[in-house]
């Protein structure tokens, strides 16, 4: 299974980014998949996740500026951040855990968020 993200970038505070996971390979069934961010000297913290039912949950530090959303039928993920604030600069990484309890991570894309 491989997960690529993509769209993270360089934005100004209160600004807003979308990124986006896609799954690949051989994936048997998807219990949940969800974003985790790592900034530098911290450890890596979970930001959004979602299962396959739909069922979300986000960090209580987000909430409210973030919306994770899923496509079944392309195995993708979606994280929009909204107001974004420097201390949301980490590397966002994907996570993908199926049912039978294998996790698979993504190589992460940074977020960057200048004040």
């Known amino acids: 299974v491989q997960l690529q993200a993509s769209g993270g970038g360089l934005v100004q505070a209160g600004g807003y980014l979308r990124l986006s996971c896609a799954a690949s390979?051989?994936?048997?069934?998807?219990?949940?998949m969800g974003w985790y961010r790592q900034a530098p000297g911290k450890q890596r913290e979970l930001v959004a996740a979602?299962?396959?039912?739909?069922?979300?949950n986000s960090a209580h530090s987000v909430k409210g500026r973030v919306t994770i959303s899923r496509d079944n039928a392309k195995n993708t993920i979606y994280l929009q951040m909204n107001s974004l604030k420097p201390e949301d600069t980490a590397r966002y990484y994907c996570?993908?855990?199926?049912?039978?309890?294998?996790?698979?991570w993504g190589k992460g894309t940074l977020v960057t968020v200048s004040s």
């Open positions: 996570k993908l855990t199926e049912v039978g309890g294998m996790i698979y």
């Open positions: 390979g051989t994936i048997f069934s998807i219990n949940d």
């Open positions: 979602i299962s396959s039912g739909g069922s979300t």
